[in-house]
């Protein structure tokens, strides 16, 4: 199982590295295609049709279309794709009543924006920011980073539960130690990579801010994945990636993680400047 997982993991990084790289369209086409399938995923986990259904296909459409403007830039018509989603998916509601309920609707639209657009953040920052190409590893460095730092922090000081209901084995020792870890990561990166920044200021304490904020808010993504599969009795969302499940189990930390840095190099950025 270790080296499964050691091997699916490689593999999984090398196509990010790839693709974050890159850029563009690649960017944008694979963040869509893991974006459908983390929402049939979750569609599968929590609704009782399996996400193959009318509302369902429907919202893997309306993120297809939502992915358009983000591809191109045109950030005036992301909130429009958000109601048109919304509009699209109680026209359904209301036509086929009384087939589905209004849980299922609220469902597949919370899984068009938990997954589809706060994963599109990901491709907002590497295009569309000052330095873009560097702040989009602070995701990386967030979500991953502080979870491999925090796991290894609660397993030499962990004494006291942070989740004992939720997640018995992770611990304050460790979340403290997952912050602080990705904040020295964040840092130590700026360091390297501050040179051929463009940003004004003090690039290593920015990055080491956004990392800890970052981390903070990867874990509560970690947490409600967990407590959404907790919620359905199921185990894991998939068995796409082996040894780590489906793409929710191992994108629920950067997906939450994504807008948050998104946002906030951005406030950092204009401040700096």
Not at 95 to 111: K, T
Not at 212 to 235: E, F, P, T
Request: hydrophobic content about 55%; proline content about 3%; overall charge positive.
């Amino acid at each position: 199982m270790f080296v499964t997982r050691l091997v699916s993991g490689i593999v999984l990084l090398a196509v990010m590295l790839l693709t974050i790289i890159r850029g563009g369209a690649l960017l944008c086409a694979f963040l869509l295609a893991i974006s459908l399938i983390g929402m049939f995923e979750l569609q599968r986990a929590a609704g009782k049709r399996g996400g193959k259904d009318a509302l369902s296909i429907a919202s893997y459409l309306c993120a297809a279309v939502y992915y358009v403007p983000v591809f191109l830039g045109e950030e005036t018509f992301l909130m429009g794709g958000v109601a048109l989603t919304l509009i699209v998916l109680l026209v359904i509601y209301v036509l086929r009543y009384p087939e589905y309920r209004a849980e299922e609707v609220m469902c597949a639209f919370f899984g068009f924006v938990y997954v589809a657009v706060c994963l599109s953040y990901i491709y907002q920052t590497r295009m569309y920011l000052t330095d873009g190409a560097y702040a989009v590893w602070l995701i990386v460095i967030c979500s991953w980073g502080c979870d491999t730092l925090a796991y290894c922090a609660g397993r030499l000081f962990g004494r006291h539960r942070m989740a004992p209901v939720l997640s018995p084995k992770k611990t304050v020792e460790g979340a403290v130690g997952g912050v602080a870890g990705a904040a020295l990561i964040g840092g130590i990166y700026a360091i390297f990579a501050g040179s051929r920044m463009e940003m004004t200021g003090s690039p290593v304490i920015s990055y080491a801010v956004l990392c800890a904020c970052g981390a903070l808010v990867s874990m509560v993504g970690d947490l409600a994945a967990s407590a959404i599969k907790r919620n359905h009795d199921v185990k894991d969302y998939g068995n796409l990636i082996p040894g780590h499940g489906g793409i929710l189990d191992r994108y629920d930390s950067v997906i939450i993680t994504a807008p948050i840095i998104f946002f906030l190099a951005r406030l950092f950025a204009r401040m700096a400047g």
